[in-house]
């Protein structure tokens, strides 16, 4: 046998969506990782990008499990001194949850050019409409990130 590495010119990308109201946004953005990553195709390999699009829907809903809707901070920085602004998560999803879901995943994905191309094919929208209907996307895979888990 021999072992088969992935082209950029050979991956079939499908488009996958996913409703996240009432799901925990840590728990669904590794499983979007994985997804954006590959990790879930059989021709995975670490330095191409064989990634699938993910859409994600009702990013507004997204749940938080116990106190972190008043505890965990969300940081930008304008690059200028005294620059820092901060808010709590209840804010964050109430103004930007597209940008509260960016941040989960993007932390998750490698910190390098491969991950910014991994990170462009998320696409995220805060109600139940979006544009990509062209591209008939399929219900989110049922991803684990330890197959000995699922019995």
């Not at 728990?27 to 191409?48: D, E, N, Q, Y």
């Not at 809707?69 to 620059?83: E, I, L, V």
Request: proline share 7%.
């Amino acid at each position: 046998m021999r072992t088969v590495s992935a082209k950029p010119h050979e991956v079939v990308r499908d488009w996958y969506v996913i409703d996240a109201a009432g799901q925990p946004i840590g728990r669904l953005a590794t499983r979007i990782a994985l997804v954006l990553r590959g990790k879930h195709k059989p021709s995975f390999t670490p330095h191409v990008d064989t990634g699938d699009f993910v859409v994600v829907i009702n990013a507004a809903q997204v749940e938080l499990t116990g106190r972190k809707w008043a505890t965990k901070m969300y940081h930008r920085y304008s690059g200028y001194f005294g620059g820092l602004k901060s808010m709590e998560a209840r804010e964050v999803v109430k103004n930007d949850s597209e940008r509260m879901f960016q941040q989960a995943v993007k932390g998750m994905l490698p910190k390098n050019r491969l991950g910014r191309q991994m990170i462009s094919k998320l696409k995220i929208y805060p109600g139940a409409e979006h544009p990509h209907q062209a591209q008939a996307p399929q219900p989110f895979p049922k991803v684990y990130a330890n197959p000995a888990k699922e019995s």
